[in-house]
């Protein structure tokens, strides 16, 4: 009797962890295989050559995101908790994020459309409800990338020297400067979003 082959989720699991441990370089179909302790064949079969395998990837972990947009609440409550969930997402698994190109726009497309849906039950135009989607979906793509991008603030003042604490003071921690950081970039997100919906709100009064 034939081995069953391995399941499609199983592969997406596997493939996030080595992302999350190794980094995006090391997603290969040889060190995907190894880690499933399966054959390169049997992966092919199950979700083809490494473009498709990250277009999966994004779908899938696209579609685990506790997104769930209020039909009761403003479409800004909504367009900010969309933003929000996405860039939660970008955090969780920045090295698939970064292997997004245009061969991977349907997956992110489909978790636009969630938005897109939301703003025309709220009244928007189609062209602005569309132009919308695109501006939030890229300023938070850019952002947290380019955010994850930078070393963190305890790196930096480690490189630096600059953790000397004053007389009587305890010195300040890693940890406390990177959670110190994390709620600084988080505050700085929050803000742009919240301009971002301001601006689309006045467009949204001229329509």
């Known amino acids: 009797m ?11 699991l596997a493939a996030l962890e080595l992302l999350q441990s190794r980094g995006s370089q090391a997603l290969t179909a040889r060190n995907l295989a190894a880690h499933l302790r399966c054959s390169t064949r049997t992966l092919y079969q199950q979700v083809g ?23 009761a609440a403003t479409w800004q409550h909504n367009a900010s908790a969309w933003a929000a969930t996405l860039r939660n997402a970008l955090c ?7 292997l997004i ?12 459309n969630t938005l897109f849906k939301a703003l025309r039950h709220a009244g928007f135009n ?14 938070t793509i850019t952002l947290t990338l380019s955010e994850l991008k930078t ?16 007389p009587g003071e305890a010195p300040a921690t890693s940890a406390v400067i990177a959670r110190a950081d994390a709620s600084a970039s988080l505050a700085e997100f929050e803000q742009t979003i919240s301009w971002l919906i301001a601006g689309i709100e006045a467009d949204h009064a001229r329509t």
Not at 51 to 64: F, M, P, R, S
Request: charged share 25%.
């Open 2 to 12: 034939a081995k069953p082959l391995i399941t499609r989720e199983t592969i997406y």
């Open 49 to 71: 050559k490494r473009e498709a395998l990250i277009a999966q990837l994004v779908d899938y972990h696209l579609a685990t995101l506790p997104l769930e947009l209020d039909p």
């Open 92 to 98: 969780d698994h920045p090295d698939l994020y970064r």
């Open 101 to 112: 190109t245009a061969e991977h726009r349907a997956p992110i497309a489909n978790y636009v």
């Open 126 to 139: 189609e062209a602005l409800a569309l132009r919308s989607c695109r501006t939030l979906a890229n300023v």
């Open 151 to 166: 070393p963190p603030s305890a790196q930096r003042a480690t490189a630096r020297r600059s953790t000397r604490a004053a």
